[in-house]
């Protein structure tokens, strides 16, 4: 069996999406030294992320959501009217310096394991992936571009039929439930937790 592909990059190094939030942790470089320090890492086996074109990104985006995420990266600011209707800058989703850039790095990674997978790779990495709440006009849950529903996708145009999608996040993987449910090429299956909104039970 081949051995295990990595992809990955040093955007994630110095990008945060500010102190204050959860996902201010350097997860990623982290993840990836560690893996180095434990000589777990082929250097033949390691690959450089590359960033998602906006085009790419159009598989599952809508242009104008790409566009607009591109503008406030540009400018490290959005209207009220962009702010609401992309649901960029509020509800965890910050305006921060990488903002486009960072998770298109983490779509490119997961469109190359695609199409490594489609040439005989059988197993890959990515530790930036799994951004399974994005919309395809809209951010949601710190997730800007739904890297899982690309990949999903770009293997689809693959020519592959029979696809297990297994989310074993804390959270649902709501967006990527919702960009196929119906479609019968790919079965996602979500391991998340499970909140108890109703009466504690008597005792």
């Not at 081949?2 to 350097?26: F, N, Q, T, V, W």
């Amino acid at each position: 069996m081949d051995r295990p592909i990595l992809i990955a990059g040093e955007i994630y190094r110095d990008s945060s999406y500010g102190r204050r939030h959860p996902l201010a942790i350097a997860r990623v470089s982290s993840t990836v030294d560690l893996i180095r320090a434990l000589g777990w890492l082929d250097p033949a086996h390691y690959i450089d992320a590359p960033q998602a074109t906006p085009e790419e990104l159009a598989r599952f985006h809508t242009p104008d959501y790409i566009a607009a995420l591109l503008e406030t990266e540009a400018t490290q600011a959005a209207p009220l009217a962009v702010r609401e209707k992309y649901n960029i800058g509020r509800a965890g989703n910050p305006i921060f310096p990488e903002m486009f850039r960072r998770p298109a790095t983490a779509a490119g990674a997961g469109l190359m394991a695609a199409d490594l997978i489609a040439q005989g790779a059988h197993c890959i990495h990515s530790p930036a992936g799994g951004t399974h709440h994005g919309r395809p006009a809209q951010a949601s849950g710190f997730c800007y571009v739904n890297d899982p529903a690309l990949t999903l996708l770009r293997l689809l145009d693959q020519g592959f039929t029979r696809i297990l999608y297994l989310d074993f996040d804390a959270h649902h993987g709501d967006g990527v439930e919702a960009a196929f449910t119906g479609d019968p090429r790919v079965l996602c299956v979500s391991i998340h937790e499970e909140k108890n909104v109703g009466p504690s039970p008597a005792r």
